[in-house]
């Protein structure tokens, strides 16, 4: 069975940062594409950033400059280091991964969320 489990959530000040881990456990065969959303109160889940497995990444407008997605393929993880932290930044962050198993099964798999809160 495929599970990603993540971590590093919590509250910070305006301007602040956190790092956000997500590791991916199980009968993994390979992990393609991975990528990071948010879900705010009482709005859609959007895409924040996302890395494919040779490291190409891509986000969205409102985090460029300020977030960076990497992975370590070794370790099946994906890390989202926030800079810069604003309010609006204030969701449940999740994981995402396309992980092949070792049964030879494409899936998209999802985190369990963990909640990211910017205030002072």
């Known amino acids: 069975q495929v599970q990603l489990v993540e971590s590093g959530g919590g509250l910070v000040q305006p301007g602040g940062s956190l790092r956000l881990s997500c590791a991916a456990s199980g009968s993994i065969n390979s992990i393609n594409a991975m990528a990071w959303y948010r879900q705010a109160p009482g709005k859609q889940r959007t895409l924040v950033a996302t890395i494919t497995n040779y490291s190409r990444t891509n986000y969205a407008d409102s985090v460029k400059g300020r977030f960076t997605i990497s992975r370590d393929n070794a370790k099946r993880t994906v890390y989202l280091q926030m800079n810069s932290l604003r309010t609006e930044d204030t969701a449940v962050y999740y994981c995402?991964?396309?992980?092949?198993?070792?049964?030879?099964?494409?899936?998209?798999?999802w985190g369990q969320g963990t909640q990211v809160t910017v205030s002072s």
């Open positions: 995402y991964a396309d992980i092949i198993s070792s049964a030879g099964y494409l899936r998209t798999y």
